[in-house]
């Protein structure tokens, strides 16, 4: 059997609300089975429906500001091998950081500003 692949240039719901790609009505893939079980009504806890007012609402959260592993590391008086060992991070990535050729991201750059801010707080969790 074949499959024919096709590319999708625009998508968009119709009148009626139902979804279009390239002009054809797309058909949600759904287990019909499930759709009468009493989960597939009952509230969600963990998600609720939100109206339109509460999104509005919502503020944009401002990303945590750069940070330079190599100024935290220094203040803690350590050197590479020690911070990574502590820390939980490869020598060879703090190396990259340190020398800008990556840059610590999410949860890297969230542990960093803690270790900044409380470093004896994070050994304590970690067990040190």
Same mark, same amino acid.
Request: net charge positive; no cysteine.
């Given at each position: 059997?074949?499959?024919?692949?096709?590319?999708?240039?625009?998508?968009?719901?119709?009148?009626?609300?139902?979804?279009?790609?390239?002009?054809?009505?797309?058909?949600?893939?759904?287990?019909?089975?499930?759709?009468? @079980?009493?989960? *597939? %009504? !009952?509230?969600?806890?963990?998600?609720? /429906?939100? #109206?339109?007012? +509460?999104?509005?609402?919502? =503020? $944009?959260?401002?990303?945590?500001?750069?940070?330079?592993?190599?100024?935290?590391?220094?203040?803690?008086?350590? @050197?590479?091998? *020690? %911070? !990574?060992?502590?820390?939980?991070?490869? /020598?060879? #990535?703090?190396? +990259?950081?340190?020398?800008? =050729? $990556?840059?610590?991201?999410?949860?890297?750059?969230?542990?960093?500003?803690?270790?900044?801010?409380?470093?004896?707080?994070?050994?304590?969790?970690?067990?040190?």
């Amino acid at each position: 059997m074949t499959t024919k692949i096709e590319h999708i240039e625009r998508v968009r719901l119709d009148r009626e609300g139902r979804l279009r790609s390239n002009g054809r009505i797309v058909h949600a893939r759904v287990d019909r089975s499930r759709l009468n @079980s009493p989960a *597939a %009504f !009952a509230p969600d806890k963990d998600a609720p /429906v939100l #109206t339109a007012r +509460e999104i509005s609402s919502f =503020r $944009r959260v401002k990303p945590l500001k750069a940070i330079d592993p190599s100024v935290v590391r220094k203040r803690l008086r350590m @050197s590479q091998t *020690a %911070f !990574a060992h502590v820390f939980g991070v490869s /020598v060879r #990535t703090v190396q +990259e950081w340190e020398q800008h =050729r $990556r840059r610590p991201a999410g949860a890297a750059r969230a542990l960093l500003q803690v270790i900044d801010r409380e470093p004896e707080a994070v050994r304590r969790a970690i067990g040190l």
